[in-house]
């Protein structure tokens, strides 16, 4: 656990007026309550450089022995040369002219080990260096001073010689961070719960109309210099005063939801959440639940009875008891069974509860009422593998839960009062206390963007608000306060989701639930922040249902079933039309249409007149497409910020046509088992990029929105169907002093893409491609591929200011071809390569086109070095400092494209 001391302003820090006060911020990492002994606390840490998947993280562990507690990494390389591993921490501090950073570092090496500091001020990285014996010794630095806040600091070992395939471990602990943070009030009165990544106290027990609200802060005297300001769920004021005693009493007309209680003075400032109920209960979701349509019972009906069939007659008796008996150590082999053990007797629950709302059938009633006493008997819920490895909880639970709060709800009045008492005491010792324990004390995922958020903060947080417990309230606030930063930080103001589409609609499952109640019970609508959730799917759709996506997503735009709660608030004609034309008649996620499709006004179907092309800025995709037919190209560039199941994939883009993918990637593998997903699927070599020096894993891992630098795009142009979208990649790049990668695209003609690179000495240059076609011809004298499928055909033409040459390999054959090889030919996917000798900049011009579709790129020299590419009314001049795009015979305007002067 951790120690954050926050001197406060009292008397004998009068004088100082400065806002911040000293901060000293210390972690033993310690196991807290519910884990076992010889584990411990993240506290926040996480993998530095960041993992593929921070919920899933394997690498990442925690230990106590002989007193001593640690993080701790467990890395096998998966080549020889150097390696990285290290921890990062998100902070919210000042460096002043005293402030430091200790720790104490080991690792397996035992020869001496180069340590470096990483202070990062959101983009600006400062590194300071340090060095410590394989044994382990204490690490003391002095922090730069800066009036800018830190908002993360990593600590890596930079191990100089590792053998591929052979264990590397490190460990952090007794970290100590003295700094200056933000100086706030104690407060003295009411009970509350602390949260010091947030800076936020959150009361807790509930107040209700008639209630006083009486909090007291202790701070310097005379507390006349301080103000306070009580805020509605909706940020207007309710009431102020002077001091440092925030008094009000509850009136009729007085909003429930949070309130926001604000002090400011000499003192600090502080803020405080409450939570304010009306004296009439309202249903948790806004709506009382009804009966469902016959079409929608018949389906609940099939679902119930597949649950039935699949539990046989046990129907969850004894069940519970099986869980403790589960291997600690070992979590995946077993792993799909616990699944089913916790979601299935859960989900039967919940679909008896939905079908006796229905018909009134006393037998769902008494099944329903049965599955759930058995579940809340049932002495442990999460896996044993989380305690013993420090964890409190796992979205399966959520999940679970969510289920659970869901069948409560159906059942309404048919719940009996004791029942309901001993699920909310069940919901509170095996999710709501240890979700909290885990996502706001230890913030665990401090990004806030893993859909491990929506599902278990989620439904942890449905349940703190539907439960009769008052003092669940402080619960509750702190959830949602997790569950709002996962909101602000995963969910796009673009139009999209940062993990991907198919993590967007599962997080969306408990999302949306946790959107209607948010709205009922908090005053607080999230429906801003989640609108628009087909955009995305609808500009990177082709063909029928296919989609072009990046990282560990899967590429399908259906089912859109998860999208009926933002469908059913009837303000997105093109919403509602998506959702009934991607909508899944079957019985997988039937919740969101039991609760909410009948509320849905369908209407004829629209036609989208939006511009083809679309900028998704803020996750860093551009989609460039010549119309809304399936038939349509669809071409999709990534280049942003890292959010999580991200791959180093920046640059990389899908090219799609009549139907068809072209060019694709190395594609969705299961990491959990594919061997070839660390070292193929997620690197660079996977995708459709650049290589230095052939090496695959070219790429580093990019900054996201906290800390670090990452890739970025900007459209130059969109007019009179000409996109030229330029990204500027050479924040993943370190060989390099810059790199450039600019789509030139002209609607219904060709797709060029331009590399521009340049750095400070040689290194060799591989162009990669991956084709989802088969080769038809593959020129190379003409640096000429053409994929063929059926009477369709793409070309490739490839150009550079440099000599290259072309070639082709196989990719490793992935774990998903296993099958399908005893069924049909199964071959090895193809890799195309074009490659460069050792040079310090170029520029590679690459035309990729329909077959026959138009004319035929031509690449001649032009005055002094540089080269001319003309296709068409396009002509690109370029040398290996800058490019000029223009189109037509006598051309309005003209684009210049440079490489930046650094990075």
Not at 203 to 209: E, K, M, W
Not at 794 to 805: D, G, L, N
Not at 880 to 901: E, M
Request: charged share 20%; net charge negative.
């Amino acid at each position: 656990m951790s120690f954050c001391c926050l001197v406060v302003g009292t008397a004998a820090a009068q004088q100082d007026r400065s806002p911040l006060a000293p901060y000293l911020y210390r972690s033993h990492f310690q196991p807290g309550a519910g884990v076992a002994s010889n584990s411990g606390s993240r506290d926040g840490w996480e993998s530095f450089p960041l993992a593929e998947d921070t919920g899933y993280d394997p690498t990442l562990g925690v230990e106590t022995s002989h007193g001593l507690s640690s993080v701790t990494r467990e890395v096998i390389p998966h080549r020889d040369g150097k390696l990285a591993v290290g921890f990062i921490r998100r902070v919210h501090v000042v460096a002043g002219p005293s402030s430091s950073l200790a720790f104490r570092l080991k690792a397996s090496s035992t020869s001496g080990i180069p340590v470096s500091i990483h202070i990062y001020r959101g983009e600006e990285e400062v590194v300071l260096r340090s060095a410590i014996q394989g044994g382990g010794q204490r690490v003391q630095v002095a922090l730069p001073a800066s009036s800018h806040r830190i908002t993360a600091i990593a600590v890596a070992a930079n191990l100089t010689h590792v053998s591929s395939g052979w264990p590397e471990r490190v460990a952090i602990s007794d970290v100590e961070l003295r700094a200056q943070a933000t100086r706030h009030y104690l407060l003295k009165s009411p009970t509350a719960l602390w949260d010091g990544f947030r800076e936020l106290y959150y009361l807790q027990h509930v107040l209700r109309t008639g209630d006083q609200v009486a909090v007291e802060f202790d701070g310097p005297k005379p507390s006349f210099h301080a103000r306070w300001a009580i805020e509605g769920p909706d940020g207007q004021v309710i009431d102020h005063g002077s001091g440092l005693k925030v008094q009000h009493a509850i009136s009729l007309s007085d909003p429930a939801g949070v309130w926001t209680i604000r002090v400011e003075g000499q003192g600090g400032s502080s803020t405080v959440l409450a939570l304010v109920r009306s004296v009439v209960p309202q249903p948790l979701l806004g709506v009382a639940v009804h009966a469902v349509s016959p079409e929608l019972l018949q389906l609940v009906t099939a679902r119930r009875d597949e649950l039935r069939k699949d539990l046989g007659t046990n129907l969850a008796f004894g069940l519970g008891a099986n869980i403790q008996e589960m291997d600690p150590q070992f979590l995946l082999p077993g792993l799909p069974s616990y699944f089913n053990l916790v979601q299935k007797p859960t989900e039967l629950a919940l679909w008896d509860a939905v079908s006796y709302r229905t018909t009134g059938e006393n037998r769902e009633r008494e099944e329903a009422l049965h599955m759930l006493r058995e579940i809340a008997s049932w002495q442990q819920w999460i896996h044993p593998w989380f305690p013993a490895h420090g964890y409190h909880s796992y979205y399966p639970l959520g999940i679970m839960t969510k289920n659970i709060v869901m069948a409560e709800q159906f059942l309404g009045n048919a719940l009996p009062a004791d029942l309901k008492h001993t699920l909310d005491e069940a919901l509170l010792q095996q999710s709501i206390r240890p979700v909290y324990e885990e996502y706001v004390v230890e913030d665990r995922l401090q990004f806030d963007i893993s859909n491990w958020i929506g599902h278990t903060v989620g439904a942890a947080l449905l349940a703190a608000l539907q439960s009769d417990n008052p003092d669940t309230a402080g619960y509750a606030l702190a959830l949602y306060a997790k569950e709002r930063s996962h909101l602000g930080s995963a969910y796009t103001a673009d139009g999209s989701y940062g993990e991907g589409i198919s993590y967007h609609r599962f997080d969306f499952e408990t999302t949306a639930l946790v959107a209607a109640a948010t709205k009922e019970q908090l005053g607080i609508s999230f429906d801003s922040q989640l609108a628009r959730p087909q955009r995305y799917f609808r500009y990177a759709t082709y063909g029928k249902d296919s989609l072009e996506d990046f990282g560990d997503s899967h590429v399908d735009t259906a089912p859109s079933n998860v999208f009926a709660y933002m469908a059913a608030q009837n303000s997105d004609p093109d919403l509602t039309a998506f959702y009934f034309q991607y909508r899944s008649p079957g019985i997988t996620e039937l919740l969101s249409r039991v609760l909410w499709e009948d509320a849905i006004h369908q209407s004829a179907a629209t036609q989208v007149d939006s511009p083809t092309s679309a900028l998704f800025e803020k996750r860093g995709i551009a989609v460039l497409r010549d119309s809304w037919s399936p038939e349509s190209q669809v071409i999709a560039m990534r280049a942003g910020p890292n959010f999580n199941h991200n791959h180093a994939d920046q640059g990389s883009l899908f090219y799609a046509w009549n139907n068809r993918l072209w060019i694709g990637e190395a594609g969705y593998a299961d990491y959990y088992k594919d061997p070839n997903y660390p070292t193929y699927n997620i690197q660079a070599i996977g995708h459709n990029t650049i290589l230095v020096d052939d090496d695959p894993q070219s790429q580093m891992v990019a900054g996201n929105m906290v800390f670090g630098k990452y890739p970025s795009m900007r459209q130059l142009a969109s007019k009179d169907g000409i996109q030229i979208i330029s990204a500027d990649l050479s924040a993943v790049y370190p060989q390099v002093r810059s790199y450039v990668r600019t789509l030139v695209y002209q609607r219904g003609g060709a797709l060029v893409v331009m590399d521009q690179i340049r750095a400070d000495g040689p290194h060799r240059f591989s162009q990669i491609w991956h084709p989802t076609q088969p080769i038809a011809a593959f020129d190379l004298q003409q640096n000429m591929v053409r994929l063929q499928a059926q009477n369709d055909g793409v070309e490739m033409h490839m150009f550079s200011t440099s000599a290259m040459i072309l070639g082709q390999s196989k990719g490793p054959f992935p774990l998903s071809s296993y099958e399908r090889a005893e069924r049909e030919p199964a071959p090895r996917p193809t890799i195309i390569e074009y490659q460069s000798g050792s040079v310090d900049s170029l520029t590679i011009l690459t035309v990729i086109q329909p077959s026959g579709g138009g004319a035929a790129p031509q690449w001649s020299v032009a005055a002094g070095k540089k080269r001319e590419l003309r296709l068409g009314d396009l002509l690109i001049r370029c040398d290996n400092r800058q490019a000029t795009v223009s189109f037509g015979k006598t051309p309005d305007t003209t684009w210049t494209i440079g490489l930046p002067s650094q990075k």
